[in-house]
């Protein structure tokens, strides 16, 4: 008998798991350890509902990769059983390799390493595990496999990935304008040359895509309470690591050991819940900079900050680090940790790298960017940047 299965998701509804292959990989400890994950790191501090977890969005993106897939067979496209199920699974696991509170902590638990990397060596870990079954879903997560449209759908400026995090986090933050029409530009979904591209009826959907995300990005993403929640929290991390600040479990070691001494195997028994453990143990750190930075988050105590076109003058970080110093009574290094400067940026829309090609009715083929009136041109090309001070409110 098949293997037929069904899971309850609260943004589409019924997602069918019909590969006992697939539904082994769900169950497995790797992929499990993703429901103690937050999709949306610090989010739900400032947007109450955005707990939803990295595992809600890798069966998300699952279930839109069989959506897209199924739509491509439907229009004459071939994609064999065995290509349809290795896609999935690359799409499953595309995540995997995240460590505690997603992108807020990449590069900071574990230096060096991004969650592609990790997510490469689970991947590989799996494959011999399952006897090699894996090797397909690799192939096409690395884009190694023939058929480049199956990793576009994977890693694009079009891919799935991008249509789950942007449906499921306004749907969880209750932000409208992150909506998207991403049944329809499935539906408008087609294979050019090997390329995956969109039929000339989706472009509207298409620039509303790329709208929407450049709107959460500001709207949610980088949100300047989010974005002091999270440098927060990263500063967590590094200050303990200095001062080899002790914490229960597994998660000392990331703390106190170099990242060498560390295997595959412990990275994937830390999650959130052992950060948050040792934010509260360390409360009452007696480091006055880690114990500030830790009761404000426990505390939702969130540091200032303030977005501006340039870059912040240094006599404004300098007057709030030395009020910052009389005010705790600490040095000026110290004060360094509770007041500091950054930068923000986002792309609507990657004209070098990645593409957006849209198929017209005679053939030709233009990038979104060059369709005669379009929404997204050079206007909105490159990175726009913003400069930021965060700082210990007084």
């Not at 739900?44 to 067979?73: D, K, N, T």
């Not at 143990?281 to 426990?298: A, F, M, Q």
């Not at 003058?313 to 009020?323: G, L, P």
Request: aromatic residues 10%.
């Amino acid at each position: 008998m098949p293997f037929h299965k069904i899971i309850n998701d609260p943004v589409y509804g019924f997602i069918t798991i019909d590969s006992d292959l697939v539904n082994h990989l769900i169950a497995h400890p790797y992929f499990q350890r993703l429901r103690r994950i937050h999709q949306m790191a610090m989010a739900h501090l400032v947007y109450p509902g955005a707990v939803h977890s990295r595992l809600h969005h890798a069966l998300g993106a699952y279930h839109l990769m069989r959506c897209a897939l199924q739509e491509l067979i439907n229009k004459g496209f071939p994609i064999s059983e065995e290509e349809l199920e290795a896609a999935e699974i690359a799409i499953l696991l595309h995540d995997i390799g995240h460590g505690p509170f997603s992108h807020a902590l990449e590069n900071t638990l574990a230096e060096g390493m991004h969650h592609e990397e990790i997510s490469l060596l689970l991947f590989k870990e799996l494959n011999q595990l399952f006897e090699g079954k894996l090797q397909m879903a690799m192939d096409i997560f690395t884009d190694n496999y023939p058929k480049k449209f199956l990793h576009q759908l994977v890693s694009g400026q079009l891919d799935v990935d991008r249509m789950d995090y942007l449906t499921r986090d306004s749907f969880f933050t209750g932000v409208n304008e992150g909506v998207i029409a991403y049944d329809r530009i499935l539906k408008m979904l087609t294979i050019h040359e090997g390329e995956l591209m969109v039929e000339e009826k989706g472009i509207y959907s298409i620039e509303k895509f790329l709208v929407s995300r450049r709107l959460m990005y500001w709207q949610v993403y980088l949100h300047k309470t989010v974005l002091s929640a999270e440098q927060m929290l990263k500063r967590i991390i590094k200050r303990a690591k200095v001062i080899h600040a002790e914490c229960p479990g597994q998660l000392n070691k990331f703390i106190n050991e170099p990242l060498q001494n560390i295997t595959l195997q412990q990275f994937c028994a830390i999650d959130d819940y052992d950060v948050v453990m040792a934010i509260k143990t360390w409360c009452s750190h007696p480091d006055k900079i880690l114990s500030v930075l830790c009761e404000g988050i426990i505390n939702r105590s969130l540091f200032k900050v303030k977005y501006y076109n340039e870059p912040v003058k240094e006599a404004m970080i300098t007057e709030q680090r030395h009020a910052i110093m009389s005010k705790l009574e600490i040095s000026e290094e110290e004060a360094t940790w509770l007041a500091f400067t950054g930068e923000a940026s986002s792309s609507t829309y990657n004209f070098e790298n990645e593409h957006i090609h849209i198929l017209f009715k005679d053939g030709t083929v233009k990038d979104i960017s060059e369709v005669d009136d379009a929404l997204i041109n050079e206007n909105l090309k490159g990175n726009i940047k913003k400069y930021y001070i965060c700082y210990l409110r007084s």
